[in-house]
């Protein structure tokens, strides 16, 4: 059943216009200067426009939409489908076209437009795997991987309808919250406090992970690869022998339901690397950090940089461009992973976390 809305037809469709207007802008804007004033300005930017999409719903849309900060919808998220993970908040395909678009606009406000753009193509992914999969009849798991999480039942459902949005803590330019919006292999997890933020953990993954929309070639995770196999092409053969690992890594090790969890550093530390090797990881590495708008993460990717020389690559698989590897690059406030999934290229899960401050940890304590 659709969440009512309050506002008259006329009103509606005016409101979409102005929403539509104001992704565009959003998508246009320069990048916010990396002060603490301009992130609290970006806290503040997405506070109103979380506010626009608590406007758009009846009491009932927003009891759905909000959550308690301490929750354990905070840890609420997988990378399964709809049908074998039960997520809970406002999902798009119970939404007017006017509360939709809020949305959205909420997404492009709170992310960068390369981050925005990246979750359009997951979604858009998804979308692409429901119209292959309704001919096969798909029920179960999903083909190619597995997840970690509480059971939904019943069949699987893939599609742009099955996303969902939920406020985890109320909206608010003081006190810490978080955006949590996801679905099928896409998770967001931002989370806010004044002028700081945390998007960890946070998971973007794609299947397929290269597919055609209208004469275009998508790839959502499309740079993360390249630059990866344009970076380890990039070692010599003694940096090679530190940084591709003697085992196979075929999964995530710090995915969905993993939580606490550590891990010793392997590899090649960015200490032994070139400077120019060096810029390749961190421009690697900003496909993850450079998700959050530009306010938050231009100050994140300052310090990754920071503990750069303590931040190490690892690599298992193979080096041709093309073939299924996985990597993981750890530092000491970063973790991130790169697992393509049963050996396939066009099933790709990824993990992207903080161990000092993953659900804004550092945020809550403040």
Avoid: C
């Avoid at 503040?44 to 959550?67: M, P």
């Avoid at 959502?220 to 003694?238: I, S």
């Amino acid at each position: 059943m659709r969440s009512p809305t309050r506002i008259v037809p006329v009103v509606a469709l005016a409101l979409a216009v102005a929403i539509a207007v104001t992704v565009v802008a959003q998508q246009s804007k320069p990048a916010t200067p990396a002060t603490a004033a301009g992130s609290a300005d970006a806290t503040a930017r997405i506070v109103a426009s979380a506010q626009a999409v608590l406007q758009t719903l009846d009491d009932a849309g927003r009891q759905k939409v909000q959550f308690p900060f301490d929750s354990p919808q905070k840890t609420k998220w997988s990378n399964f489908p709809s049908g074998i993970f039960k997520r809970e908040g406002i999902r798009l395909a119970d939404l007017s076209a006017p509360q939709r678009a809020a949305v959205m606009s909420l997404l492009s406000t709170a992310l960068s437009p390369m981050g925005y753009q990246k979750v359009q193509n997951i979604m858009e992914g998804d979308e692409v795997l429901r119209t292959q999969e309704s001919g096969r009849g798909a029920r179960g798991a999903p083909p190619g991987g597995r997840g970690r999480g509480p059971g939904g039942g019943g069949g699987v459902v893939f599609g742009k309808d099955e996303y969902y949005l939920a406020f985890v803590g109320t909206p608010s330019t003081t006190e810490p919250w978080m955006l949590q919006f996801g679905g099928h292999h896409l998770a967001i997890n931002l989370t806010m406090g004044g002028s700081a933020a945390s998007m960890t953990p946070s998971l973007p993954a794609a299947q397929p992970a290269s597919f055609t929309v209208e004469g275009r070639t998508i790839r959502p995770l499309g740079a993360e690869n390249d630059k990866a196999f344009a970076l380890v092409n990039a070692l010599n053969d003694a940096q090679r022998g530190q940084a591709i690992l003697k085992y196979r890594v075929a999964d995530l090790v710090l995915g969905p339901g993993q939580d606490g969890r550590t891990i010793q550093p392997e590899g090649i530390p960015a200490s032994s690397l070139t400077p120019a090797q060096q810029t390749m990881l961190v421009e690697l590495i900003q496909e993850w950090s450079g998700i959050m708008t530009d306010a938050y993460a231009v100050p994140r990717i300052a310090e990754i940089k920071a503990n750069l020389a303590q931040t190490s690559f690892a690599w298992s698989g193979p080096t041709t461009n093309g073939s299924p590897a996985y990597f993981r690059i750890q530092g000491p406030t970063l973790v991130i992973e790169y697992a393509p999934q049963g050996g396939s290229v066009d099933h790709i899960h990824t993990i992207y976390r903080d161990p000092t401050n993953d659900y804004g940890a550092k945020l809550a304590r403040k």
